[in-house]
């Protein structure tokens, strides 16, 4: 999601190929013979019109997508136009300096990407940390202070890489997920520079032995086959990747490398592909631009990506960028793309890439969710703010002579500016942890002990300083069987057992989605004060179920949790348990004709037949926000983030319930009242925070349950730990 001209070529830098300065700035390396050319600028290195229409056309299509605008679902293939723009141009600038002058100025070269991209990112942090502490829940300050800390140093993509998964599906979007692009961008920036360096040195290593330089022709061939070659090893890695782990392959620098490899490659050919005849250019241009718009049109977040999907807006970026090409400078007619208001969006398109999403998050997380055409009118703010920032700052900032001429210089202020985001980063940290405690080492909350009575309890005036767990440590409240690698995510396809409780007691299988994995923690203390052994078997939007589903959020079949619950049969035919224990979340979208009720239904029955008996924990209430982070904003009145319990507990949520009554032997294990006791469901009880997003519990309330779930399981736990527990 994304779009700048990520690249950090603007179209001031473009035209300027003269990498030359006094000698102390430069870290030149000499390695062919010096040709003489003409004006004519064979790697596409000319200020060109119609590329700067081609920046528009990706930034605003991200914006759109992002706004909402239903017939822009695939527009986050901005950011892959983006991509083959940064490879053709930055290739493109350092191969014509070879060939012009037998040199590459490796220190001029990264202090032009300095200047045109590291002060503008800052003033966004900036602001961005400034915000966060004024209008976004505490409970997302720290890790929005890490992630402008490798944002600041471009290594933001491999944080999201880690933690975009399931488990944070409901977290707040991250006001700077967008800086993942200019990471990648950044990245490929250090690693095929370094490439060149390497080609060239051997190369000048080569021409000393044999007494003369190489002819430029050599070594730019030899370059433009490692980079054929880091094209077919990316892109075959992206298609791997995308198959076993979806969400961080869309983050990684080598699922993407590809992509901007296709826009080196492209630089390499251009100085054949302008040879071209002008209407055969002009037919690939209209080709590209219709693939580009296909994908933007008939893509959507259930598209997978990247791998081969994405071959077609980036083979759409490249054939309308080689379809520009002109056989003599400021010969090409340009078309729309190159018109005044096309070119004006492409000036301003880095700026505006920085500043939409941050703006879009922050107004979310004041207001809550904001319809589409609110959301454009907020883009309509951050156009206005984009040309300031262009006009006003970016552009002068690469004016100033003293810097324009001076590597060292350059360096100083990207130096200066990464100081000042990492600064701005741990001062919002340290300002997280002064406005919440961290949870007691050991808390003497009672939790749902508070309701052993029976009696309602009163909803509390105000978050209690002890919150177990504190509002800040909420969204890490889980049960061990996350933090033990345990718990699949939706890529897994085959169950993976891990053990707890006593190894020679009798076998219990905790098996099913989130909502059966968040049992976990008082069936772990369970098994280990009655001696049995407990075994987790749990994937991400996974219930137990033979009808097939749609994955959570998209509209493919969910192949993989189909292949689990198979090996999930298994496991329980071989092994055969005393109990399995499961839940579910009831929304799940079947995908084939058997329905979700009869799906369940028939998963338990097989359980049966196979001598294992099934207990069913009915589903729990679905509060109307995340509560921590309402807690967050609302310290000061708790009961703004309570739900009612009619709303709570929508009728339709039956599923479950009609399953188990189906089956014969199938125990239905019910404890809503101690979830949500009253009229509304509370989002604190006893002092522990009931859930830690919206709809799962806190591991430490969860805990709090233990002895209400042993004695509403007694009848179906294993009978030899019953007795052994009689008097």
């Not at 807690?631 to 309570?642: H, I, K, M, V, Y």
């Amino acid at each position: 999601m994304r779009t700048e001209e990520i690249t950090g070529c603007s179209s001031e830098a473009v035209p300027s190929l003269s990498l030359k300065g006094p000698e102390l700035n430069s870290l030149r390396t000499t390695t062919f013979a010096r040709v003489s050319t003409s004006r004519n600028l064979p790697y596409g290195t000319e200020y060109r019109r119609d590329i700067q229409g081609l920046r528009a056309f990706a930034v605003l299509v991200v914006i759109l997508y992002h706004s909402g605008v239903p017939i822009f679902s695939g527009g986050f293939v901005g950011v892959d136009v983006f991509f083959v723009l940064s490879g053709f141009l930055i290739t493109g600038i350092m191969l014509a300096e070879i060939q012009s002058s037998g040199t590459l100025n490796i220190s001029r070269f990264y202090a032009k990407r300095i200047l045109r991209i590291i002060p503008a990112a800052t003033v966004v942090l900036f602001v961005t940390a400034i915000a966060t502490a004024l209008w976004i829940p505490l409970t997302e300050w720290r890790d929005i202070a890490s992630e402008i800390a490798t944002s600041a140093v471009y290594l933001v993509n491999w944080q999201l890489a880690g933690t975009t998964d399931y488990l944070n599906a409901e977290a707040l979007p991250s006001p700077l997920q967008h800086f993942w692009s200019l990471a990648v961008e950044e990245q490929y920036y250090i690693v095929w520079p370094a490439l060149i360096i390497a080609v060239l040195s051997l190369l000048r290593w080569r021409g000393r032995k044999r007494g003369k330089l190489s002819s430029p022709s050599s070594g730019i061939k030899v370059m433009a086959g490692a980079m054929l070659a880091i094209v077919v090893a990316s892109l075959l890695f992206s298609m791997f990747a995308l198959s076993h782990w979806p969400a961080a392959a869309y983050f990684i620098t080598p699922t993407r490398a590809w992509e901007l490899g296709v826009g080196s490659l492209l630089a390499f050919a251009a100085p054949f592909l302008r040879k071209l005849p002008g209407t055969v250019k002009r037919g690939v241009a209209a080709l590209g631009w219709a693939a580009m718009s296909a994908a933007v049109i008939g893509y959507s977040a259930s598209t997978p990506f990247p791998g081969l999907t994405a071959l077609l807006p980036v083979l759409g970026a490249a054939a309308v960028i080689s379809g520009g090409l002109p056989r003599e400078p400021h010969e090409f007619r340009y078309p729309i793309s190159g018109h005044a208001v096309p070119v004006w969006f492409g000036n301003i398109s880095y700026s505006l890439y920085l500043w939409h999403w941050p703006i879009l998050v922050v107004a979310e997380a004041q207001w809550g969710e904001i319809a589409p055409q609110s959301k454009l009118l907020l883009m309509a703010g951050a156009v206005g703010l984009a040309a300031l920032s262009t006009r006003f700052f970016e552009q002068p900032l690469r004016s100033i002579p003293a810097l324009r001429n001076s590597s060292v210089r350059a360096f100083g202020i990207g130096a200066v500016a990464i100081a000042l985001s990492l600064a701005a980063a741990a001062a919002l940290w340290l300002l997280s942890g002064s406005q919440g405690s961290a949870s007691p080492v050991t808390s003497s909350a009672p939790g749902a002990a508070a309701l052993a009575s029976g009696e309602t309890i009163p909803l509390v005036s105000r978050v209690p300083e002890d919150l177990t767990p504190s509002l800040i440590e909420a969204k890490n409240d889980n049960p061990q069987i996350y933090a033990d690698g345990c718990h699949l995510e939706p890529g897994a396809t085959t169950p993976k057992p891990c053990s707890y409780g006593d190894p020679a007691g009798s076998l219990v299988v905790l098996a099913g989605d989130s909502h059966a994995a968040q049992w976990f923690t008082p069936l772990q203390e369970i098994a280990e004060e009655r001696g049995f052994h407990l075994v987790s078997l749990t994937k991400s939007s996974c219930p137990i179920t033979q009808s097939e589903i749609k994955l959570s959020g998209t509209d493919r079949n969910y192949s993989e949790c189909a292949e689990w619950n198979r090996g999930v049969q298994e496991y329980i035919e071989k092994n055969r348990p005393e109990l399995v224990v499961t839940s579910a979340l009831e929304d799940y979208v079947p995908s084939g004709a058997q329905s979700l009720t009869s799906g369940f239904a028939s998963s338990w029955s097989r359980f049966e037949e196979s001598g294992t008996r099934v207990a069913v924990l009915i589903d729990t209430p679905y509060m109307n926000s995340r509560v921590p982070d309402c807690l967050a904003q609302n310290q000061d009145n708790p009961s703004a983030c309570s739900t009612p319990r009619d709303v709570a507990l929508p009728k339709t949520r039956t599923q479950l319930t009609e399953a188990a009554a189906t089956v014969p032997g199938v125990s239905l294990i019910d404890l809503t009242d101690l979830i949500c006791p009253g009229e509304a469901c509370a989002p604190i009880v006893g002092d522990v925070l009931v859930y830690r997003d919206q709809h799962h519990l806190s591991a430490s309330y969860s805990r709090s349950l233990a002895p209400f779930l042993e004695e509403r399981l007694s009848t179906s736990l294993p009978r030899e730990e019953q007795n052994a527990t009689s008097p």
